[in-house]
């Protein structure tokens, strides 16, 4: 079976840096989409970063260009979020997800790990 487990996720003061790590596995990943989202309180979930786990193709909310970087090991099976210039309202909970090859929606998702950035 598929599975996705996050961690990295903390308490870090605005302007700090954090790293999530996304362990992936059930499957050989390949020609899959990979995706970091986040959920604050009482707002919609978003898409915050992807990347093509084959090809290295990489998107970034406007919200996080510049201060995001999403990375992959493919022999490893981790997709990394690296954090930084962090601010309170990057607070959230922040789940790793998974789309398959010919799949139109994120099929498999992790159960999140919360991210809190303090003034």
């Known amino acids: 079976q598929v599975q996705l487990v996050e961690s990295g996720g903390g308490l870090v003061q605005a302007g700090g840096s954090l790293r999530l790590s996304c362990t992936a596995s059930?499957?050989?990943?390949?020609?899959?989409?990979m995706g970091w989202f986040r959920q604050a309180p009482g707002k919609e979930r978003e898409l915050v970063a992807s990347?093509?786990?084959?090809?290295?193709?990489?998107y970034y909310a406007d919200s996080v260009k510049g201060r995001f970087t999403i990375s992959r090991d493919n022999a490893k099976n981790t997709v990394d979020l690296h954090m930084n210039s962090l601010k309170p309202e990057d607070t959230a909970v922040y789940y790793c997800?998974?789309?398959?090859?010919?799949?139109?929606?994120?099929?498999?998702w992790g159960q999140g790990t919360q991210v809190t950035v303090s003034s």
């Open positions: 997800a998974a789309r398959f090859a010919l799949s139109r929606s994120y099929d498999y």
């Open positions: 059930g499957r050989t990943f390949s020609n899959d989409l």
């Open positions: 990347i093509w786990w084959s090809g290295g193709i990489t």
